[in-house]
């Protein structure tokens, strides 16, 4: 069966300093990859998708950047974080489906930019 | 573009009471559409999902029916419990790789 994998859980992280969240899924090859952010009590952003390696698409401009190194791996970085950076990120594959695809979620990662 | 628009909370039943949470979309063609949801510091789980006009996904007791002529897809549960209280997602999937979510809907359940 197919597993996602998200981490660290929480992370609180000093304005200006570097950024790196990763995701990788297991139990299915080729999947589709997405970047979400939720900010406090509020709906979900998609901020990027993947639909291959190195193939990357950003919904929203921004302090942020994902990569796709592998085919079951993919990464959101920060160079310098900004407060409004914080909020609670989730990664999700997807599976097609005969209309639209079916979105599973890790764990998330709440961060918190001081 | 495509949109889900569902029913501002929070929402706050007492137990054993009956629950809808209403949701609406725009989309062109006939996407599928879903509900999720989510635990506090959780990431967010699929709830049930439904494909096409007519079909009525269900799980945990909650149901909602796909309708095409009304453009909505309602989520319902007979009888409440407080470890239902979450926040539920609103969810379409149509033409290509996204899936477009609403607001959330965070529903509190008393004892």
């Known amino acids: 069966s197919q597993t996602i994998h998200q981490w660290p859980a929480t992370l609180v992280q000093p304005v200006g300093s570097p950024l790196s969240l990763e995701c990788t899924v297991e139990g299915t090859s080729n999947p589709n990859l997405y970047w979400y952010r939720q900010a406090a009590g509020r709906g979900l952003q998609l901020l990027f998708y993947s639909v291959g390696i190195g193939q990357i698409s950003s919904e929203v401009p921004q302090n942020l950047s994902a990569s796709r190194p592998q085919d079951r791996q993919f990464i959101l970085s920060s160079k310098k974080l900004l407060l409004s950076d914080s909020g609670f990120y989730l990664c999700?594959?997807?599976?097609?489906?005969?209309?639209?695809?079916?979105?599973?979620f890790g764990q998330g990662t709440r961060l918190t930019v001081v | 573009g495509d949109s889900v628009t569902q029913m501002e909370g929070p929402v706050t039943l007492s137990e054993e009471a009956f629950l809808t949470i209403n949701c609406t979309y725009t989309?062109?063609?006939?996407?599928?559409l879903f509900w999720y949801v989510q635990y506090p510091g959780e990431g967010l789980q699929l709830l049930l999902k439904?494909?096409?006009?007519?079909d009525k996904g269900s799980n945990k007791g909650f149901e909602a029916t796909y309708r095409k002529e009304t453009t909505s897809f309602h989520l319902e549960k007979g009888s409440v419990q407080v470890s239902d209280s979450a926040v539920y997602f609103c969810?379409?999937?149509?033409?290509?790789?996204?899936?477009?979510f609403g607001a959330g809907t965070r529903l509190f359940v008393k004892a």
């Open positions: 989309a062109t063609g006939y996407p599928s």
């Open positions: 439904a494909t096409k006009a007519d």
């Open positions: 969810a379409l999937s149509g033409e290509g790789f996204k899936t477009i």
């Open positions: 999700a594959w997807s599976v097609k489906l005969n209309r639209g695809t079916e979105a599973f």
